[in-house]
């Protein structure tokens, strides 16, 4: 059965899923916004993101043995709308109008104010349609407490409730 991108779009966009800017360092410096991004494994500490083929992300990863991950805070759609956009400069220089610092054992740009970091080594790279799933194994990691995280839900940037629901027991990937 084929779908109509359209379609597909509108239906995958009633998931909910957090925001994250995906960044490598180096001479090829270059960041992306992605809410394709999952923990895998926790033994090992695993984590994918998924890379359209025609970004230019994609290509970076490809020369690239390692990235980092920003988790970003509610209040930074301002960095997730920059870091989506194309028009913004290439290299290096799309970093001087962003607040970072450089991760210890990635050279990745880690996004100041986010509410977490991680630091992945490429582990595994699994070609998926028109995408690349990226496999990470974690390196380091950092987190924030306190504040709430900035959600994607039908194509618009939210923030969270700021007094959530309590987690009740739910569906797991385990069955």
Known sequence: MVHEQASL???FGA????????????????GMTANSFTAVSLDPPLVLVCVGRDALMHDIL???PTFAVSILAADQTALAR???DKRRPVGQDQFNAVPWSPGTYSDAPLIDGSLAHLECELEQRHEAGDHTIYVGRVLSLWRRPGD????????????TD??????????????
């Open 15 to 30: 998931f909910a899923t957090g925001v994250t800017v995906v960044t490598v360092g180096g001479e090829i410096a270059h």
């Open 9 to 11: 779009r509108r239906v």
């Open 82 to 84: 920059y870091f989506a």
């Open 148 to 159: 709430d995280a900035l959600l994607f839900l039908n194509g618009q940037f939210l923030r």
């Open 162 to 175: 700021p007094a959530p629901v309590p987690a009740q027991p739910g569906p797991t990937g385990a069955a």
């Open 62 to 64: 490809e020369q690239r």
